[in-house]
């Protein structure tokens, strides 16, 4: 079965860290752009940062620079996502993405092949 699964989500205190994955099967994420995206309550989906197929070049949201960085394990065929000095803004569902596009497509969440099912990451005290 083709499918993204994403893990690591959980409740953090503000200021704390999680490591999200996004692990793949069925298919190899090396081939692939890959975004992760969250959605808030009450909130559209936005872009949080995304990595193209090389690993060379990566983008982030504005309100993410210098908190998060985003990887990927060949071996594991897996992308992770850093999460640091975390806010309770940064509460959301968040979910990983692979894009069969251009790589700015896949940053805006568009011609996505394969998208998992998300995993709730609450920040509070």
């Known amino acids: 079965q083709l499918q993204l699964v994403e893990s690591g989500g959980g409740l953090v205190q503000p200021g704390g860290s999680l490591r999200l994955s996004c692990a793949a099967s069925g298919f190899t994420l090396d081939n692939y752009h890959i975004g992760w995206f969250r959605q808030a309550p009450g909130k559209e989906r936005e872009g949080v940062l995304c990595?193209?197929?090389?690993?060379?070049?990566?983008t982030y949201a504005d309100s993410v620079k210098g908190r998060f960085t985003i990887s990927r394990d060949t071996a594991k065929n897996t992308v992770y996502l850093q999460m640091n000095s975390l806010k309770p803004e940064d509460t959301a569902v968040y979910y990983c993405?692979?894009?069969?596009?251009?790589?700015?497509?896949?940053?805006?969440?568009?011609?996505?092949?394969?998208w998992g099912k998300g995993t709730l990451v609450t920040v509070s005290s």
């Open positions: 993405a692979a894009g069969i596009g251009s790589y700015s497509r896949t940053c805006q969440g568009r011609e996505i092949g394969y």
């Open positions: 990595i193209n197929n090389s690993g060379g070049k990566t």
